[in-house]
T-cell receptor, first 115, second 111 residues
């Protein structure tokens, strides 16, 4: 694929359930980012992976949120015991640092709704 | 911690230049100014970035003041497809290419 892909595109879950969101970055991109965007708001940085370095988790809002990146490619964002305030669009981006200032290419997002 | 200030909304007539301002008075010497835009229901899209010199590409021009405390993104001939939220971002020079998006400017191009 030519761009960043995310799945599912939409997820509806009940409060208290766990969810997993997937991101497939552009092949060869070493950096991967997760953001979330609540309705009418800007993007909120969550976590950043760069190559084999330890991820920067400074943006994760609570310990219910975690993410991993396997084999330096696909990433999964996991939200445990979901709450209604977790409802948002979760966006993934990838980049190759040094190219156009580390331009980030964004996926279409996963819209999460917690009932 | 967005470090930038933008007007929440602007209108522009189709075919006219759209000038979107951004204040970044606390910018550090090694921090770049980036502009992204987000069309409804899509992920953000890179537009342009610069350090201190003015920049131009196929999409837009970026004018950065000499003291680097503010900048302006110029869309020379706005079209209806340019209606979007425009984000001005100062790159945080920490552990790679992290970006902090604020709430941006919602630009509406009017026919």
């Amino acid at each position: 694929g030519a761009g960043v892909s995310q799945s599912p595109s939409n997820k509806v879950t009940e409060k208290g359930k766990d969810v997993e969101l997937r991101c497939d970055p552009i092949s060869g991109h070493t950096a991967l980012y997760w953001y979330r965007q609540s309705l009418g708001q800007g993007l909120e940085f969550l976590i950043y992976f760069q190559g084999n370095s330890a991820p920067d988790k400074s943006g994760l809002p609570s310990d219910r949120f975690s993410a991993e990146r396997t084999g330096g490619s696909v990433s999964t964002l996991t939200i445990q015991r979901t709450q209604q305030e977790d409802s948002a669009v979760y966006l993934c981006a990838s980049s190759f640092p040094g190219t156009r200032g580390g331009e980030q290419f964004f996926g279409p997002g996963t819209r999460l709704t917690v009932l | 911690d967005a470090k930038t200030t933008q007007p929440p909304s602007m209108d522009c007539a189709e075919g006219r230049a759209a000038n979107l301002p951004c204040n970044h008075s606390t910018i550090s010497g090694n921090e770049y100014v980036y502009w992204y835009r987000q069309i409804h229901s899509q992920g953000p899209q890179y537009i342009i970035h610069g350090l201190k010199n003015n920049e131009t590409n196929e999409m837009a021009s970026l004018i950065i003041t000499e003291d680097r405390k503010s900048s302006t993104l110029i869309l020379p001939h706005a079209t209806l497809r340019d209606t979007a939220v425009y984000y001005c971002i100062v790159r945080v020079a920490r552990n790679g290419n992290q970006f902090y998006f604020g709430t941006g400017t919602s630009l509406t191009v009017i026919p």
